[in-house]
T-cell receptor
Framework: AQRVTQPEKLLSVFKGAPVELKCNYSYSGSPELFWYVQYSRQRLQLLLRHISRESIKGFTADLNKGETSFHLKKPFAQEEDSAMYYCALGSNYKLTFGKGTLLTVNP | DAGVIQSPRHEVTEMGQEVTLRCKPISGHNSLFWYRQTMMRGLELLIYFNNNVPIDDSGMPEDRFSAKMPNASFSTLKIQPSEPRDSAVYFC???????????FGQGTRLTVV
């Protein structure tokens, strides 16, 4: 069975501070990992995926197979980063999400 | 393409009534997902289809829930009878293939009173 765990439901930081949103997964094969973001009352949208190894809006995420983690990081948080962030695992047509972390960036 | 289209955007219904949520995936996408979002449970996968065939419905909470995909351009999620605990935002998403980016609709906010 595949499972995604986001241990923090809420995360609050000040503008300019570093931010890390944690994600751990459980899957026996080679997963595809994603981060999705949902701004207030909007649809979910893809933020980044591990295979592209890109930085979007200053966010990066590295897949650590040894620790089965895919933490999302940004060195300097901005107020517009306030949103709900979901980590997701994809395999065999199935996309499983974690419960999400609500990030609040305070001025 | 207008993206994944869900209707209605909002639905308020009385307990015991039948509710039907609709989804039009992006043309050419092979997989379609139904998710339920609540504060307590986050985003739960209810069911997903591949090439119009239900693959995994283990997330459907109980027999009151049913989903269909009669063709590649339309899917429904039905709740009969509805209960207050079904109140949530229901999202539909589609993908062009396995383990690729999922495109979400704007969701249907269901309130059962």
């Amino acid at each position: 069975a595949q499972r995604v765990t986001q241990p923090e439901k809420l995360l609050s930081v000040f503008k300019g501070a570093p931010v890390e949103l944690k994600c751990n997964y459980s899957y026996s094969g080679s997963p595809e990992l994603f981060w999705y973001v949902q701004y207030s009352r909007q649809r979910l949208q893809l933020l980044l995926r591990h295979i592209s190894r890109e930085s979007i809006k200053g966010f990066t995420a590295d897949l650590n197979k040894g620790e089965t983690s895919f933490h999302l990081k940004k060195p300097f948080a901005q107020e517009e980063d306030s949103a709900m962030y979901y980590c997701a695992l994809g395999s065999n047509y199935k996309l499983t999400f974690g419960k999400g972390t609500l990030l609040t960036v305070n001025p | 393409d207008a993206g994944v289209i869900q209707s209605p955007r909002h639905e308020v219904t009385e307990m015991g009534q039948e509710v039907t949520l609709r989804c039009k995936p992006i043309s050419g996408h092979n997989s379609l997902f139904w998710y339920r979002q609540t504060m307590m449970r986050g985003l739960e996968l209810l069911i997903y289809f591949n090439n119009n065939v239900p693959i995994d419905d283990s997330g459907m909470p109980e027999d009151r829930f049913s989903a269909k995909m009669p063709n590649a351009s339309f899917s429904t999620l039905k709740i009969q009878p509805s209960e207050p605990r079904d109140s949530a935002v229901y999202f539909c998403a589609s993908t062009p293939g396995p383990t690729t980016e999922a495109f979400f609709g704007q969701g249907t906010r269901l309130t059962v009173v």
